[in-house]
């Protein structure tokens, strides 16, 4: 069974940091793009973060500076780690996976075939 899992979220205070995981299960993530997205109570899914294939990378304009993608082939996972974080970064925060992309990656939903079910995280002021 072809599976993403997040985990890491939590509660944490304005300034502090996180580092969420996304494990796959079922196939090997290294053929794929990633791509972290995130939805905050009464707004739409927004994405943040995506590493290609070849590890090439791309931020958002809103956590630029903050947030860092990166990969781990051996243990078929990816990493979001998100530091200064604000109470507006507070969203459930998804995992994707592609094999579309080759050699660059997207932050936009559509050509994500695999999601994960999302891990929360809290800000608080």
């Known amino acids: 069974e072809v599976q993403l899992v997040e985990s890491g979220g939590g509660l944490v205070q304005a300034g502090g940091s996180l580092r969420l995981s996304c494990a796959a299960s079922?196939?090997?993530?290294?053929?794929?793009?990633v791509g972290w997205f995130r939805q905050a109570p009464g707004k739409g899914r927004e994405g943040v973060s995506c590493?290609?294939?070849?590890?090439?990378?791309f931020v958002a304009d809103s956590v630029k500076g903050r947030f860092t993608i990166s990969r781990d082939h051996a243990s078929n996972m990816v990493f979001l780690q998100m530091n200064a974080l604000k109470p507006e970064d507070t969203a459930i925060y998804y995992c994707?996976?592609?094999?579309?992309?080759?050699?660059?990656?997207?932050?936009?939903?559509?050509?994500?075939?695999?999601w994960g079910q999302g891990t929360q995280v809290t800000v608080s002021s």
């Open positions: 590493i290609s294939d070849t590890d090439n990378t």
């Open positions: 079922g196939f090997t993530l290294d053929d794929y793009a």
């Open positions: 994707a996976a592609d094999s579309q992309f080759t050699n660059y990656c997207a932050i936009i939903e559509e050509p994500y075939a695999y």
